[in-house]
């Protein structure tokens, strides 16, 4: 079957400019999660969906980051006003049951962002 | 202190060495993953464990609650096994992730 997949796989925009990346999650996870990982940096938790509850934003850096699910399936992680300190590759994972980081995650390729 | 600690940071080894990576944590948790990343960025999660044991092929998992430490074996290593392995804590909704260590098999 297939896995997580990830649009775009290479983003590159100009500073101040708004990016949309997708998350398409296995069929029937219920669990979406975002992470970040900077150019020598480790994973960083950014955002986490179960089901239709209220997301977990504890993680996203600033208000420019946003993201929604819609239909319990696919996300889409926004950043508006991009910044430089916002190149860094975006991965998405998902899981079969959620929460509290208990099941398997399946992570997908990849966006990586590149702010000029 | 970060709140997952792993090591070392970087591996060399020989093809077929038994090799171990050391992961600490410092927060409650309800399980801890072990996670590939190839030298092309795919991640792969190799095991969840909460307690105990795990062996999926070459590679064996322990966890010790108790103590709040966690090792990855690889035995018989080969050069495919090169990559870089993090060790990540789920506690709550969330996911804390070591810095990762980079295992480098020669062959």
């Known amino acids: 079957g297939a896995g997580v997949s990830q649009s775009p796989s290479n983003k590159v925009t100009e500073k101040g400019k708004d990016v949309e990346l997708r998350c398409d999650p296995i069929?029937?996870?219920?669990?979406l999660y975002w992470y970040r990982q900077s150019l020598g940096q480790g994973l960083e938790f950014l955002i986490y969906?179960?089901?239709?509850?209220?997301?977990?934003k504890s993680g996203l850096p600033s208000d420019r980051f946003s993201a929604e699910r819609t239909g319990g399936s696919v996300s889409t992680l926004t950043i508006q006003r991009t910044q430089q300190e916002d190149s860094a590759v975006y991965l998405c994972?998902?899981?079969?049951?959620?929460?509290?980081?208990?099941?398997?995650?399946?992570f997908g390729p990849g966006t990586r962002l590149t702010v000029l | 202190k970060n709140e997952v600690e792993q090591s070392p940071q970087n591996l060399t080894a020989q093809e077929g060495e038994f090799i171990t990576i050391n992961c600490s944590y410092s927060?409650?948790?309800?399980?801890l993953h072990w996670l590939q990343q190839h030298p092309g960025g795919g991640i792969v999660s190799l095991f969840m464990?909460?307690?105990g044991k795990k062996k999926h092929g070459r590679l064996i998992a322990t966890i010790n609650i108790q103590e709040k430490h966690s090792s990855l074996h690889i035995t018989a290593s080969h050069p495919r096994d090169s990559a870089v392995y993090i060790c990540?804590?789920?506690?709550?909704?969330?996911?804390?992730f070591g810095a990762g260590t980079r295992l480098t098999v020669k062959p």
């Open positions: 464990l909460s307690s």
């Open positions: 994972a998902s899981s079969a049951l959620g929460p509290k980081g208990t099941d398997t995650q399946y």
């Open positions: 969906f179960q089901g239709n509850s209220a997301p977990d």
């Open positions: 990540a804590v789920g506690r709550n909704n969330d996911m804390r």
């Open positions: 069929s029937g996870h219920t669990a």
């Open positions: 927060v409650g948790i309800s399980a």
